[in-house]
């Protein structure tokens, strides 16, 4: 742990601005990102008395090793650059909320074509509209009762185009489900209007469309017309089914977000009511654990950044109002800048009575709910995980916790495409944006221990290099912490963002002695002497360590060893699918290939004009060049190349072949 009286800047170094502070650990990595009316005095508070900081304060600015700042305008300014930093780094001590399910969204793209309605989630994406989010089972009944009334397209781009080669549409296009726009059956244009009836329909405007069909259906029975009476009555009954399933619980104008929470000292569990139109429209909840040491007030300050800055479509997702237990700090440049994104007026406020509080008292309850669940949940896998690490410790013998595991395991077929994986687990749980792959070619594919070998060392060798770099940027900048000069400018380069930089407590290896003993040379051979290795043999699955004769046996109910099968696991099934995809590449071989600067377009127009392999061969350089994109001196490299291997002294010439079936391709 770092001394803060290392890295406490000077006196009279800070600015007395408004602006952001980031606090950085011995790896260059951004641990904390804050906000201040005045920097100095706030980072003054952080190099007080230790004995007066709180548990997560105290434990945050122990864990950094520098802290810079960047100074604004205002603190409108120094709250969307705050969000910004937050949103690229994560820093581990602010607040971060996560959902504490993944709610589905149903989403019209209008930005294609032929609009498509599905049931999503996860990221947003550009040009398609979201309403929502509900649950599975009634999104889902939502979707298929409102295809019956608004047929727009919902088959996937692969159906699409199947349909519109053949010129048959779906099956939903025969139960009328879909008004098959893949066959001509209604314009493009005629679609995306259906498609915006049915935005228009979710969006609240209910009403209009069911008395439209009410009059209709009151036409049809003057006419007499009785069976396009009954049909237009059942899509009345369908879009009143979905209409009444939300609850009115307010007055039809309005549009606010109610937001309730419930927290201890360790976590806080975040829930919100969608009101528009007056009706429930969905409901949402995020868990937030509070390494943070923030009021209540901060809170909701950063879960309304989070929530609301990271919407692709504002202006839909935010409403006038949001209504919250206690205003947020801040809260009048808070509302300025979701009024910015919104492009309208935002307002925040405090029910204190009527309708809206007692709504806001049964999102208080969903609140409550949706702790005691998440921690019923976590409870067992958190017990787990700490046991395993401390498992694996023990037996180990090593002197610091597991905070991170790297997994190494090669891969590949009788020698063929070989590569490596690099998977990563931190505190017991996957990191998969960490996961690395490796391609190994030359001496180091020779077996699986020069191969481990040369992985170990382009892994460390990369983390000692980028450790240089941020060395050699700490020691530009001087004696002080790296900051930013009084007029916004910054003071000294930034360290650069590392891929490697992070190392690992323990590295695992798939395999025994051999690739315990190339992993633990490999170290050994960069100087790195504060990384452990062990092996996990697939057989008997020991744990090996190097320089012993004998493997450490964990029990086979130990939850350390099902910890390590688990990322041997994890890493060979990640190095196997990397290899299938690259011997998949190689499985067709052509002599074409072999043509420098013939790519795959180019190849597949040569094989076009001439029919096929063999008569590319007899073509000399004249007949090449009359190929659409191949030039004189494309056409000879073409010519010396298939005829290199004696095509043209009259042996017979080498086909293109599939190298898994040996079917002759040409």
């Not at 603190?75 to 602010?94: C, G």
């Not at 726009?181 to 049915?198: M, W």
């Not at 049809?220 to 899509?235: G, T």
């Not at 221990?449 to 060798?461: E, G, L, N, P, Q």
Request: aromatic share 8%.
């Amino acid at each position: 742990m770092a001394d803060p009286a290392t890295y406490r800047p000077g006196p009279g170094e800070i600015p007395t601005d408004p602006g952001v502070y980031r606090f950085r650990d011995e790896h260059g990595r951004i641990i904390y990102v804050g906000k201040a009316k005045n920097l100095r005095s706030r980072l003054s508070s952080y190099f007080a008395n230790p004995a007066t900081l709180l548990p997560k304060t105290h434990a945050m600015v122990h864990h950094a090793a520098s802290v810079q700042w960047t100074i604004v305008g205002s603190e409108l300014e120094a709250l969307q650059l705050e969000y910004t930093w937050i949103k690229e780094f994560a820093p581990r001590y602010n607040l971060a909320f996560r959902d504490d399910k993944t709610y589905p969204y149903l989403a019209v793209s209008m930005g294609e074509k032929f609009p498509r309605v599905q049931v999503m989630r996860g990221e947003r994406r550009k040009g398609t509209k979201y309403f929502g989010p509900y649950t599975a089972g009634a999104i889902r009944e939502t979707m298929d009762t409102l295809l019956r009334v608004f047929p727009v397209r919902s088959c996937s781009p692969g159906v699409l185009r199947r349909a519109e080669r053949s010129g048959r549409p779906c099956l939903l296009g025969y139960i009328d489900k879909c008004a098959a726009p893949c066959v001509g059956r209604i314009s493009v244009e005629d679609h995306k209007a259906l498609a915006q009836d049915f935005c228009d329909f979710m969006g609240g405007e209910a009403k209009r469309f069911i008395g439209t069909l009410e009059k209709r259906m009151a036409d049809a029975v003057a006419e007499l017309d009785y069976e396009q009476a009954a049909r237009v009555r059942d899509d009345i009954i369908a879009l009143r089914k979905v209409f009444e399933r939300n609850a009115v619980v307010l007055t039809e104008d309005t549009n606010a977000d109610i937001f309730a929470v419930e927290q201890d000292d360790l976590e806080a569990a975040v829930q919100v009511f969608y009101v528009r139109g007056g009706r429930i429209r969905g409901q949402r909840g995020w868990v937030v654990e509070k390494v943070e040491d923030a009021t209540d007030a901060e809170l909701w300050e950063h879960l309304m950044q989070q929530v609301y800055g990271a919407e692709e479509s504002q202006q839909d997702a935010i409403p006038r109002q949001i209504l919250v237990p206690e205003l947020p700090a801040n809260h009048e440049y808070l509302a300025q800048w979701l009024g910015g994104l919104r492009q309208g007026t935002v307002t925040i406020k405090v029910p204190q009575r009527g309708e809206k509080a007692a709504l806001m008292d049964t999102v208080q309850a969903n609140a409550r709910q949706a702790m005691i669940l998440h921690k019923s949940r976590r409870a067992g896998d958190l017990t787990t995980r700490s046991l395993a690490l401390q498992e694996l410790q023990e037996a180990l013998e090593l002197p610091l916790p597991l905070l991170r595991i790297e997994c190494y395991d090669i891969s590949h077929v009788q020698g063929t495409n070989v590569v490596a994986s690099m998977v990563v687990v931190e505190d017991g749980l996957a990191k998969k944006s960490e996961y690395r792959k490796f391609s190994i070619t030359g001496d180091a594919a020779i077996d699986d221990t020069a191969s481990m070998y040369d992985v170990i060392t382009r892994r460390f060798r990369n983390y000692l290099s980028e450790k240089e770099e941020r060395a050699a940027v700490v020691q530009a900048s001087g004696s002080i912490p790296v900051g930013d000069t009084p007029d916004g400018g910054a003071g000294a380069a930034e360290a650069p963002k590392s891929k490697f930089a992070y190392p690992p407590n323990l590295v695992v290896v798939d395999g025994g002695v051999p690739q315990v003993n190339a992993a633990s040379k490999a170290l050994a051979d960069l100087g790195i002497d504060d990384v452990a290795v062990v092996g996990l043999a697939k057989r008997l699955e020991e744990v090996w360590v190097p320089g012993s004769d004998f493997p450490v046996i964990l029990p086979r109910s130990s939850e350390g060893l099902y910890l390590l099968q688990r990322i041997r696991d994890e890493a060979h099934r990640f190095a196997i699918t990397f290899h299938r995809a690259k011997r998949g590449k190689a499985m067709t071989a052509s002599v074409l290939d072999q043509v420098p600067g013939l790519g795959a377009a180019k190849q597949k127009a040569l094989l076009a004009h001439f029919g096929s392999l063999k008569k590319v061969r007899t073509a000399t350089v004249e007949e090449l060049v009359q190929v659409k994109g191949v030039g004189p001196v494309l056409a000879q490299a073409i010519f010396d190349v298939v005829n290199a291997d004696g095509g043209s002294a009259g042996t017979t010439p080498k086909p293109a072949v599939n190298m898994t079936t040996g079917e002759i391709l040409d």
